[in-house]
């Protein structure tokens, strides 16, 4: 489903204004309710990117509308424990770092077993990194790195949904076509709960939102099944 259809009729804009009523061309037609939707639908596109994050196992998922891979790289630097994530990094699947003879190894995240003194003390002579803590929007590497690395510390990462603009038109969700039809009934549910709470519609809306949160609950259950994590390789610099 397209974003903004005003030839066919059948754009997220168009559904949302056929759902509560309003009349063709409401939204569509006036700039200012156009981007006060707009707002609505990426608040609950982020909504359906969480659903689908938990529904996914051990697969990642990922927004197609992005056009790279979510990886990223920066460089190492001789005696340096904290660098700065990604800015668009949620979560972190995987680390790793190129040695000295430029092969790539996966580092394990730190656990409280792993750390029998304070964590200064921990792996505090610098060498190849081999662990890593969170801790807010820096990674900690230890131990330090005991030389310089270009593009040689590497996360693969899960990020959020792509945003719409109020003048997209032919732009669609990053996910499964079958399902997009959520958007516009979610966008719907959330201005007519304040401005039509009474309205009959409402109630309606809200059902056919809980079966679609179940199907696509399914969908990406049995579709992400028992798989292990998708791997991006594609380099994007984060200084």
């Known amino acids: 489903m397209v974003y903004n259809d005003t030839i066919n009729l059948d754009g ?14 409401y939204i569509s037609g006036d ?17 359906v990117w969480h659903i689908i994050f938990l529904a ?13 891979m979510p990886s990223a790289t920066t460089n190492l630097v001789l005696g ?21 003879n430029d092969n790539w190894h996966i ?18 002579e610098s060498g190849t990194p081999m662990y890593y803590r ?18 040689s510390l590497k996360v693969y ?8 603009a109020y003048n997209d038109t032919t732009k669609t969700p990053g996910f499964a076509s079958p399902y997009h039809e959520i ?11 304040i401005k039509q709470p009474q309205s009959p519609t409402l109630p309606i809306l809200i059902q056919d939102d809980i079966k679609l949160e179940n199907s696509i609950r399914q969908f990406y259950g049995m579709r992400f099944k028992d798989k292990k994590p998708r791997i991006g390789r594609e380099k994007v610099s984060w200084v």
């Open 157 to 164: 990462f899960d990020r959020d949904s792509v945003d719409f």
């Open 80 to 100: 340096q424990i904290k660098y700065a994530l990604p800015s668009d990094a949620l979560t972190i699947q995987r680390v790793e770092v190129k040695d000295k």
């Open 12 to 25: 997220i804009i168009q559904n949302i204004e056929r759902m509560t009523d309003l009349g063709f061309a």
């Open 134 to 151: 969170l801790t807010g929007r820096v990674i900690e590497i230890f131990p330090a790195s005991d030389y310089n690395g270009a593009d």
């Open 183 to 193: 958007l516009p009934i979610k966008a719907s549910i959330e201005w007519l709960k």
């Open 31 to 47: 700039i200012t309710k156009l981007k006060e939707f707009t707002a609505i639908i990426n608040r609950v596109q982020h909504r």
């Open 56 to 68: 996914t196992g051990n697969w990642q998922y990922d927004d197609g509308n992005y056009a790279n």
């Open 107 to 124: 580092i394990y995240p730190i656990t409280k077993e792993m750390v029998k003194e304070g964590v200064d003390e921990f792996q505090d």
